[in-house]
């Protein structure tokens, strides 16, 4: 079972959307790209579904998951619950990187503080997209290992396995294990081959 996340960076005209255009805008372009995983990796497109807290919901046994920056959106689908996160790596204060990993984390995650962090942080949060429960349960997730492209989370006495990808200045992970993950970045200027067809929020 390949896992194929697509990420995309967001052209800069939409960059410029504000309020509730801009939010809707993302949502747009993460389902956009969580369609292309559906179509690259064989599966139906997702309806969107998501329940009263905007968990997403498997239609006809196909997971997906999304999730966006101002900059990039990240997009994918499994026969198997999944989870994904993107941010752009930017400056961080102390209390931030403190508050989103501790000492012995940032040893396991190794190098630079601020890369450090946003591999963290992106790792805990799809973890807790997956488990959903959000970011109410940060307390609770561990980077347990790290390798280059890779982490273990345990949140609430299970490991999950998360796997990175570096695009353009932006760190995304998605669960599963790196083996099983093949990434498609696409950036401003592609052609995408793929065009999905764009559905609204299916709410029960
Ligand atoms: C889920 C959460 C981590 C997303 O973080 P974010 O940086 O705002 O957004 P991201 O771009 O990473 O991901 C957004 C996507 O995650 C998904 N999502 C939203 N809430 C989710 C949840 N509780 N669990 C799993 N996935 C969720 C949606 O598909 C969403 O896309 P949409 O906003 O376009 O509909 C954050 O919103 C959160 O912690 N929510 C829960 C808060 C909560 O329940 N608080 C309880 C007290 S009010």
Redesign the pocket.
């Known amino acids: 079972m390949v896992i194929r996340p697509y990420v995309m960076e967001v052209p800069l005209a939409a960059q410029g959307l504000r309020g509730e255009q801009r939010?809707e805008d993302?949502?747009l372009r993460?389902r956009d790209a969580a369609a292309m995983s559906a179509m690259a990796s064989g599966h139906a497109v997702p309806q969107f579904v998501?329940d009263d807290?905007?968990?997403?919901q498997p239609t006809r046994g196909i997971h997906w998951?999304?999730?966006?920056?101002s900059t990039m959106v990240a997009g994918v689908t499994s026969v198997e619950p999944v989870?994904i996160?993107?941010e752009r790596i930017r400056p961080r204060a102390d209390y931030q990187i403190a508050g989103a990993m501790d000492a012995e984390e940032l040893d396991i995650l190794g190098g630079d503080a601020v890369n450090a962090y946003f591999c963290a942080w992106v790792a805990k949060?799809a973890v807790?997209?997956l488990a959903?429960?959000?970011?109410?349960g940060l307390s609770r997730c561990r980077i347990k290992k790290a390798w280059s492209d890779h982490a273990v989370v345990s949140f609430d006495g299970i490991d999950y396995p998360v796997t990175f990808a570096f695009f353009s200045g932006h760190v995304a992970a998605v669960t599963g294990r790196p083996e099983l993950v093949q990434w498609t970045f696409l950036p401003e200027d592609s052609d995408a081959e793929l065009t999905p067809p764009r559905g609204g929020?299916v709410l029960f």
């Open positions: 939010v993302l949502t993460g998501v807290k905007d968990r997403p998951a999304i999730a966006h920056s989870a996160d993107v949060e807790l997209k959903g429960v959000g970011l109410p929020a």
